[in-house]
C-alpha cells in the first residue's frame, strides 16, 4: 500500500476501533472503546493523565496488541505497510546525542523506505529552522530543536495519519506557531492528526472531533460543537453586591466580583440576567460556550 | 531478515565502529598487548646477561680464577675500585680467600638497579662456576655439560602412538587460542549491545523506534550489527596476530597449516555462543532500568566465558569427567568447555552434535521470548521488572 493508494479512497474512515479492551495484570487500562477517526481530520485525544491515552497510542502503533475488539487502519488490519504510513511524534525520549542530525534522519527515512532522503531533509530541515545544523552533532541542538528534529522524523515518510502526543511541549511561543502551522498545513492536504494533549486552548482552535478517556474508559467522544451543546452554557458576570439564589444553575464559580455561572442546558439565560439585575449591580453579562477546560476538568471530576 | 532489520543493523555497526572507544579496543588492545610482551622479553632477556657486552674486573684472593674475555684482573680492591670508577669496568668481583668454603662474592658496581646487578648475571655464575668445575678437576667437556641448559627434544605421540608433526600440535594450541579470542569477541560484542541497548532505554527511545519497525527488526538488527562489529574487532586481531606471527621466528611453523575441522568447530561455536549471548544480553538490558545495572546483571553471563579458566585444573585433569559433560551441553558453558576439550582430548561426536543442538534449540527458544521481553521492556521505565512482569511480557501478545 501506498501513500497516495490511501489518499484515493476517500470514503474510508481513516482508523476504525471497535470495542477494544487492554488488559494488564487484570486490570483494564482500556475498556471496549469503539470510536472512528476520518480522513483529513485533526482529532484530539485528551485525558487526565493515566487515562490510558499512551496505551491507545501504542495499540494503534501496535506495539502493544488487543486483548479484544478489532483495530482497522486504512481499513486493513495492521501491517508493515501500514506502519509506514503512520508517523509518530512521541512526548518524550530523545534521540542518540552522538550521531550528527543528517545521519539520524536518513537512519529513520531509511527504515520508512522514504526515496530522495536528501532532498526531503534539506526542505524539512529549511522548513523547521535547523538546516545549520544538519551536519552537527545532536548534543548540540536545544530543546526546542531537538522536539523539531523529532517532528522531521515522524513526517519525512509524509504519513497519511500523524500521531502527535504532546507536540507543543518543549516548544516556545514561535516554534509552537510554526509548528501549529505546519499541522494545519499537513491537515489541509489530507494528512489525518490524532493529537494527544492536555493544551485545551489548542483543542479548540485545531481539533474537528475529540475523544476523550478516563480510567480507560471513553467519557467524551464526538465535534466540539456537539460536545460543548451537551455541556450546556456558562455566563460570565462582573457584579458589585451579593449574588442571590438563581434557578437553572448547574454551579458557581465565585471571585467577589467576577463569577462564572453554569447553566442547565436549554436554561433561559434572559430569565437569569433578571433575577440578577433585581439583586446586584450588572457591569457585565457574557453569555458563551463553555470552554474545553471547564469541560474537561468537569468530566475529570466526575 | 528483513530490509528494516538491515538497516537497523547497519546503521548499530556504523554507529559503533566509528566511536573512539572501539577503535581504541580494537587497534589499541593488541597493541598494548604486543607493548606488554615486547617488554616481557625485552626485560627477561636483560635479566642475568645485564653485563654480557660490559667488562667484568676480579680480584682472585684465592689464585684459582684463570682469565677469560670479558674478565679483567686487578692485583688489589684499591685498583679494582679505581677501575670502576674510572668507568673502565662495570663491575668487580671480589674472590676472598675463603670462597672455597664459604661460596661468598663479593660485588661493587656503580650500576645500582635491579637488573643491572653484577652478582646475579649469568656470565658471572658461569665464569664462576667454570672456574669451581675446574679447581675440581672436572674434565672441559664435563664442565660444559654442566653448564650447558638441559634441551630435551619432545616428541608428542598420537593416540595410535605415532609421533604428531608439528601442524598437528599448531591444530591443537590454534583452536585452544582461537576460543580465548572468540571469546572476548563474544563479550566484547555483546557488550556493546548491551549498552546500546540500555541507552536507549535510558532516554526513552524504544517506543519511537518500535513505531518504525518491530520488536523483531529492532532486535535482530542490533543482534546482527553487533555481530558485524565483533567479527570485524576479531578479524582485526587475528590479522595483527599473523603479521606478529609472521614477522616472527614461528612463522614456518604456520606456513602450511591448513584449516582443521577444528577450527571449523571454533567458528560454529562462536556464531551460536554469540547469538546466544546476544539474545540473553538484550532481554537483560530491556529490562534493567538503567545501563549500570544492565552491565551489573551482564556479568553473570561474563561469568559463563571464563568457566575454561575456572575449572582449568578439573578440565586438565579429566576433561571427560561429568561435570565437564553436564558444561558442555549446557548452553551457556558449551562454546567455551566444549572447545577447550576438543583441543585436549577426543570428545565423542555425539556430544558435540548434542551440545550444538542443545545451543541452537535455546537459540530459537530464547530468540521467541525475546522478541517479547524486549517489546515490552523497553517501554518500562525508571523501575525495576519483577519476574512475574517478565512471564507477563512473555504472555503478550
Same mark, same amino acid.
Request: hydrophobic content about 45%; glycine content about 8%; proline content about 4%.
Given at each position: ?104 534522519? #536518513? $537512519?529513520?527515512?531509511? +527504515?520508512? %523506505?522514504? &526515496?530522495? @532522503?536528501?532532498?526531503?531533509? *534539506? ?114 458576570? #462582573? $457584579?458589585?453586591?451579593? +449574588?442571590? %439564589?438563581? &434557578?437553572? @444553575?448547574?454551579?458557581?464559580? *465565585? ?48 | ?397
Amino acid at each position: 500500500m501506498t501513500t497516495s493508494d490511501h489518499k484515493k479512497d476517500d470514503s474510508r474512515n481513516v482508523l476504525e476501533i471497535e470495542h477494544l479492551t487492554k488488559t494488564f495484570d487484570s486490570r483494564n487500562i482500556l475498556e471496549d472503546l469503539s470510536f472512528t477517526v476520518n480522513k483529513g481530520e485533526v482529532f484530539g485525544l485528551l485525558g487526565p493523565n493515566g487515562a490510558g491515552k499512551t496505551t491507545l497510542i501504542r495499540t494503534i502503533l501496535d506495539i502493544f496488541r488487543p486483548d479484544a475488539g478489532t483495530i482497522s487502519l486504512f481499513g486493513r488490519t495492521f501491517s508493515d505497510e501500514i506502519k509506514d504510513a503512520i508517523g509518530y511524534l512521541p512526548e518524550e525520549g530523545s534521540l542518540d546525542k552522538e550521531i550528527p542530525v543528517a545521519e539520524c534522519i #536518513r $537512519y529513520f527515512a531509511e +527504515l520508512k %523506505h522514504v &526515496d530522495a @532522503i536528501d532532498r526531503k531533509m *534539506d526542505a524539512w530541515l529549511k522548513r523547521l529552522d535547523l538546516t545549520e545544523y544538519r551536519d552537527k552533532k545532536i548534543q548540540e541542538l536545544s530543546k526546542g530543536m531537538h522536539r523539531r528534529l523529532q517532528f522531521i522524523l515522524a513526517v519525512i515518510h509524509e504519513p497519511d495519519l500523524l500521531i502527535l502526543d504532546e507536540p507543543f511541549s518543549g516548544l516556545d511561543p514561535l516554534n509552537t506557531k510554526t509548528l501549529k502551522d505546519i499541522l494545519l498545513d499537513l491537515s489541509g492536504k489530507g494528512t489525518t492528526l490524532i493529537m494527544s494533549t492536555h493544551q485545551m486552548d489548542e483543542v479548540e482552535r485545531m481539533c474537528d472531533r475529540i475523544l476523550m478517556l478516563n480510567e480507560g474508559k471513553m467519557v467524551l467522544y464526538g465535534s466540539l460543537g456537539e460536545i460543548r451543546r451537551q455541556f450546556g452554557l456558562s455566563v460570565e458576570v #462582573r $457584579y458589585e453586591g451579593t +449574588l442571590p %439564589h438563581i &434557578d437553572h @444553575i448547574l454551579g458557581i464559580n *465565585d471571585s467577589g466580583n467576577v463569577a462564572e455561572l453554569i447553566v442547565e442546558k436549554d436554561a433561559d439565560t434572559q430569565a437569569i440576567l433578571k433575577t440578577l439585575v433585581a439583586s446586584v449591580t450588572i457591569r457585565k453579562f457574557e453569555v458563551k460556550q463553555r470552554s474545553m477546560n471547564e469541560i474537561f476538568l468537569e468530566v475529570c471530576k466526575r | 531478515m528483513t530490509a528494516k532489520a538491515l538497516v537497523v543493523a547497519k546503521f548499530e555497526f556504523l554507529k559503533t565502529v566509528r566511536r573512539k572507544g572501539f577503535i581504541l579496543g580494537t587497534i589499541g588492545l593488541p597493541v598494548f598487548m604486543l607493548i606488554i610482551i615486547g617488554l616481557s622479553l625485552y626485560a627477561g632477556a636483560g635479566i642475568g646477561t645485564a653485563p654480557a657486552n660490559q667488562t667484568v674486573g676480579y680480584v682472585d684472593a684465592v689464585g684459582f680464577v684463570q682469565a677469560a674475555p670479558g674478565f679483567v684482573q686487578y692485583p688489589d680492591i684499591a685498583a679494582g675500585k679505581a677501575a670502576l670508577v674510572n668507568g673502565d669496568i662495570h663491575s668487580l668481583l671480589i674472590v676472598p680467600p675463603e670462597y672455597i668454603r664459604t661460596g661468598t662474592l663479593t660485588v661493587y658496581t656503580m650500576d645500582n638497579s635491579l637488573l643491572g646487578s653484577a652478582g646475579s648475571s649469568r656470565s658471572v655464575q658461569e665464569f664462576m662456576t667454570q672456574n669451581l668445575l675446574r679447581h675440581e678437576n672436572v674434565s672441559d667437556q664435563a664442565a660444559q655439560k654442566i653448564l650447558s641448559p638441559v634441551s630435551p627434544t619432545v616428541i608428542v605421540l598420537d593416540e595410535a602412538g605415532n609421533p604428531k608433526g608439528d601442524q598437528e600440535i599448531l591444530g591443537f594450541l590454534l583452536p585452544f587460542a582461537l576460543t580465548m579470542v572468540l571469546a572476548l569477541g563474544i563479550l566484547t560484542s555483546s557488550g556493546y549491545l548491551m549498552q546500546g541497548i540500555g541507552e536507549e532505554k535510558e532516554s526513552r527511545r524504544g517506543e519511537f523506534l518500535l513505531s518504525h519497525c518491530s520488536a523483531e527488526e529492532l532486535l535482530g538488527g542490533k543482534i546482527l550489527g553487533y555481530a558485524c562489529v565483533g567479527l570485524l574487532q576479531i578479524v582485526v586481531w587475528v590479522t595483527i596476530g599473523l603479521a606478529v606471527i609472521a614477522a616472527s621466528p614461528f612463522a614456518q611453523l604456520f606456513s602450511e597449516l591448513q584449516v582443521t575441522w577444528l577450527v571449523c568447530l571454533a567458528v560454529i561455536y562462536f556464531i551460536l555462543g554469540y547469538f546466544l549471548f546476544s539474545v540473553s544480553t538484550a532481554c537483560t538490558a530491556s529490562l534493567a532500568p538503567s545501563v549500570r545495572e544492565a552491565q551489573q546483571v551482564s556479568a553473570i553471563f561474563s561469568m559463563f566465558a571464563v568457566f575454561p579458566l575456572i575449572f582449568l585444573q578439573f578440565l586438565l585433569q579429566d576433561p571427560n569427567s561429568l561435570m565437564m559433560q553436564f558444561l558442555t551441553y549446557f548452553p551457556y558453558t558449551a562454546p567455551f568447555i566444549a572447545m577447550v576439550r576438543l583441543t585436549l582430548v577426543t570428545v565423542p561426536p555425539y556430544e558435540i552434535v548434542v551440545s550444538i543442538a542443545v545451543l541452537i534449540i535455546s537459540i530459537a527458544v530464547l530468540t521467541r521470548l525475546a522478541a517479547r521481553i524486549f517489546r515490552m521492556g523497553m517501554l518500562t521505565y525508571g523501575k525495576r521488572v519483577s519476574f512475574r512482569e517478565v512471564f507477563r511480557f512473555i504472555r503478550e501478545k
